[in-house]
């Protein structure tokens, strides 16, 4: 039987910053599937989970905030939302908002988003403007056209409501686990996701569901790594389009993360992240854009500098779903082999003994 209704009707909802009054705007995302990896619990001598944020109904994290957003956005009588976006936020942005019936328009980056993303956009009937522009470009207009036009703005900067709505992902994995693992790697573009992931981790732990607290593991990837350099990088450079970001919304929420929790924000290289992207298909089963093998990326890296100690309990958070990004997926792929429509070609090509 499935009771799972999403998370403003779950038992999550008392965290949500929504009443009585706020009407629900769910494609029922949330519940995400929390995997053990034989391969890198070996790999590591930990206890290493995926949370499988790429089950959500857009095929990222990003539905947990973007329910509550829109939620309230309907019960304030909003008619059009907008949002900057490399690509993940404008299609969940969309998708709740034909949900909730109000019009969508996004900000993405031109040439910066993955084709997938931008079917998905398009087909939930958003109005999308591509910018002769970075990421950041698209979120100082966002923000700008917010603060002049009646349109509400739903990134996570400033916006509590999709940060409040991120932090389920901390409870589900307390709750599954009994426990806050040691170690949470996770990618990090905007900041809002290590931010309210590690909020989560401390409601829980205030409100006594949770003994310990886990060290935060931020990645970016290396040619767009402001966090790690301490500076904004003007033109960001990465093949993981989606954490594309120079000048991180919540910057100072990503780095009172790591500080509060002793943790580490460190960049990856592209080559890093493709192999730890190419890893999780082959050896777990899981396909990923490569974006979210970043927290794989960071762990590996780590593991093979001998900084990860054996026997901890480590969660990864796996952001968004691979189908989103083909291009990726066949980059430098072998073709498919060609033959004929006859058996007995086929148990040639693939070396079959009779
Ligand atoms: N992983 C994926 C797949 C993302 O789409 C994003 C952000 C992140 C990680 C990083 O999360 O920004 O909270 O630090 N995507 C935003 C977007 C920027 O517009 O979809 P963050």
């Avoid at 993303?117 to 698209?138: H, M, P, S, W």
């Avoid at 573009?189 to 981790?201: D, H, I, K, L, S």
């Avoid at 580490?264 to 080559?271: G, I």
């Amino acid at each position: 039987m499935n009771s799972w209704h999403g998370l403003i009707d779950s038992d999550y909802r008392r965290w949500l910053p929504v009443t009585d009054r706020t009407p629900t705007v769910s494609l029922h995302e949330g519940n995400t599937p929390l995997l053990r990896s034989a391969h890198l619990s070996g790999l590591t001598a930990c206890d290493v989970r995926l949370k499988i944020e790429g089950a959500n109904p857009t095929g990222s994290f990003k539905d947990r905030g973007m329910t509550v957003a829109l939620s309230r956005a309907a019960e304030d009588g909003a008619e059009l939302v907008i949002c900057a976006s490399t690509g993940n936020t404008s299609a969940s942005a969309a998708a709740y908002a034909a949900r909730a019936g109000l019009s969508a328009a996004v900000l993405v980056p031109r040439g910066g988003v993955a084709l997938g993303k931008l079917g998905q956009a398009i087909r939930y009937g958003a109005r999308i403007v591509e910018v002769d522009g970075t990421f950041d470009a698209c979120l100082r207009i966002a923000r700008e056209l917010a603060a002049h036009h009646p349109v509400a703005l739903v990134n996570s900067v400033g916006n509590e409501l999709r940060l409040a709505g991120q932090r389920t992902v901390a409870y589900e994995i307390v709750d599954a686990l009994g426990e806050a693992p040691d170690i949470h790697c996770l990618p990090v573009g905007n900041g809002g996701n290590v931010t309210a992931t590690w909020q989560g981790y401390r409601t829980y732990h205030s409100a006594g569901r949770a003994r310990r607290l886990p060290r935060m593991w931020g990645f970016q990837a290396a040619g767009a790594a402001p966090l790690v350099h301490g500076e904004p990088v003007s033109r960001p450079e990465t093949l993981a389009s989606a954490i594309r970001v120079g000048n991180p919304a919540t910057w100072e929420g990503a780095i009172t993360a790591r500080e509060e929790s002793g943790g580490l924000v460190a960049a990856v290289t592209d080559e890093q992240i493709l192999a730890a992207y190419r890893l999780l298909g082959r050896r777990d089963g899981v396909f990923v854009e490569p974006a979210s093998a970043a927290g794989v990326a960071g762990l590996l890296d780590h593991h093979e500098r001998g900084l990860v100690a054996p026997g901890q309990s480590i969660v990864i958070t796996l952001t968004g779903n691979g189908l989103k990004d083909q291009d990726a997926a066949l980059r430098d792929s072998e073709p498919p082999t060609r033959t004929g429509a006859a058996a007995s070609e086929v148990a040639r090509t693939l070396s079959l003994t009779p």
